[in-house]
């Protein structure tokens, strides 16, 4: 599963897996980007924190294409994506996870991963009814197993617990060979119990694999984060690693010790 020589390779170009550059995102008056430069290295995994409205959300949009940026550009594995549209960002393997669920209630928990794998997939608009050896039901199983639903991969969504749920979006993330994933609030609503799975599935993810994860759980972000970035009124205000942000006084006063929900 680990792909550490892919890493290696990665790394030693020195090649960023993204790249904001002055990126700035106004609606209307209010200016919920201003001017970020941020980047983060193939295969790191960052955490961005913040307070409610800090523009997490708005920079996740930015990067995937959902809301372009009003200003500045935006690199994807050194290309300039700023101008192509979602699923060209898709193709070069970028992917995203949301705070809703973009689940198939109705179906079945590994026909939702098939279906991701086949939607991520060249022959995804092909007819063709497929063998059940297939190798999408292969890969099907193997990310429900990375996401530690292989014994539910018969259930209907509806049948799963709200953590499952969680569980099931971070699998369909990875369908399709994902090279860098953006996670928004994949603890939201979970028990201290799957909590810790869900740290455990996104700490084992392959390595070459690197990540933005927003979460408002401090614990799970910096337990999965080796970096982290702080956000303030559409700023970053802060960076470093988990141990300097949590020890740092300004990160105390306005976030941890500020009330934060
Ligand atoms: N589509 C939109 N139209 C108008 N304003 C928006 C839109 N999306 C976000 N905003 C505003 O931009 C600012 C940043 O919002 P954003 O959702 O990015 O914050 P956030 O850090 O993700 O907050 P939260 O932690 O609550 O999800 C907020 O003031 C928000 O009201």
Redesign the pocket.
């Known amino acids: 599963m680990l792909r550490t020589d892919a890493l290696t390779r990665l790394q030693s170009t020195g090649q960023y897996a993204l790249e904001l550059e002055a990126v700035s995102r106004h609606?209307?008056a209010?200016v919920?980007l201003a001017d970020i430069n941020l980047t983060v290295k193939a295969g790191e995994r960052r955490a961005v924190l913040?307070?409610?409205?800090?523009?997490?959300?708005?920079?996740f949009n930015a990067i995937t294409g959902d809301?372009p940026p009003t200003t500045g550009r935006v690199r994807l594995f050194g290309e300039d994506v700023t101008d192509l549209s979602i699923h060209e960002r898709i193709r070069r393997g970028l992917r995203r996870t949301y705070?809703i669920s973009l689940l198939f209630d109705g179906l079945s928990v590994v026909d939702n991963v098939y279906l991701a794998c086949r939607g991520a997939s060249r022959g995804r608009l092909s007819l063709r009814r497929p063998k059940p050896d297939d190798a999408m039901t292969h890969a099907a199983e193997t990310l429900l197993d990375a996401v530690h639903l292989g014994a539910e991969r018969e259930s209907l969504v509806s049948e799963l617990s709200h953590g499952q749920q969680r569980q099931l979006e971070i699998a369909l993330a990875l369908a399709g060979a994902p090279r860098f994933i953006l996670f928004d609030?994949p603890a939201a609503g979970l028990s201290p119990t799957e909590r810790s799975e869900l740290i455990e599935i996104l700490q084992s993810l392959p390595t070459h694999i690197g990540f933005i994860i927003?979460e408002?759980d401090m614990d799970v972000a910096l337990r999965v984060a080796e970096s982290v970035t702080m956000?303030h009124n559409?700023r970053i205000f802060k960076e470093g690693n988990p141990e300097e942000i949590e020890n740092d006084p300004e990160v105390q006063e306005l976030y941890l010790g500020g009330g934060h929900a």
């Open positions: 609606f209307g209010l919920a913040g307070s409610n409205g800090a523009g997490k959300t708005t920079l809301f705070q609030e927003i408002h956000m559409g």
